[in-house]
């Protein structure tokens, strides 16, 4: 063993150099999430409610089984229309994730159940011009997202929440949920599915709010 200065120094750096490698290696310390913005679950301006606020436009229409229908259309090589029963005979997958609205409040934990999305476009296969998706609802809301932001693992339109129906207030029978946008992206009482190759805003998109609606980015309001 060297007792000279450099020596031990030289010793020193090759084990911190030697750790560190072995650190990348096992991939020491990295969050698991995809973007560091995410490595805090909270977003920006947003607190977490235990409770689960109820917003509408003041309607919320009230859509017998037997009645209700889905379609979906535009850009799909499949255009397809479902009843009820024919729409939960297809696989229905779970997924839990968090709800941020754009008035501040965030609900963790939400466990929906539904339709994915990757299994509806898997249906009624978009054309190739297609790049955007426009949800039209019972109550005349319309809201918009890009297609590649609707083909993701997480977005579902659900048909129960917490195991249970979701409730005619939160947008029963059918609803949509997109996690990673504030959750005016998300369609209640959802009726028809429009693919489109240009972008149509919705409700709240033409009045200010912000057209894509990342709460990462705290993109509430439209900048103009
Ligand atoms: N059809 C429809 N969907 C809608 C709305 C609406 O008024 N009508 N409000 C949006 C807004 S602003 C929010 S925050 C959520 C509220 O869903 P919740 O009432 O289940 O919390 O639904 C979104 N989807
Ligand atoms: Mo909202």
Known sequence: MSDDGVGLFGRLKDKLVESKKRWAQDGRLLTGAPDPRRAQRLPPGQRL????????????????????RITVDGLVENPTVWKWGE?????MVRR???IHCVT???RYDNEWEGMSARHLLSVVRPR???????FHS????????PLADFDAADVLLAVKWNGAPIAREHGGPVRVVIPKLYFWKSAKWIKRIEFSQHDKPGFWEVRGYHNY???WLEQRYDDE
């Open 49 to 68: 409610v235990a409770t689960w606020p109820v917003l509408d436009l003041g309607i919320q229409p009230d859509i017998p089984l037997n009645v209700w």
């Open 87 to 91: 729409f939960t005979d297809e696989a």
């Open 96 to 98: 839990t994730s968090d």
């Open 104 to 106: 501040a409040w965030s």
């Open 128 to 134: 190739p011009e297609a790049q955007h998706v426009i």
């Open 138 to 145: 019972y109550d005349t809301y319309t809201t918009n997202v």
């Open 213 to 215: 609606g990342d709460p």
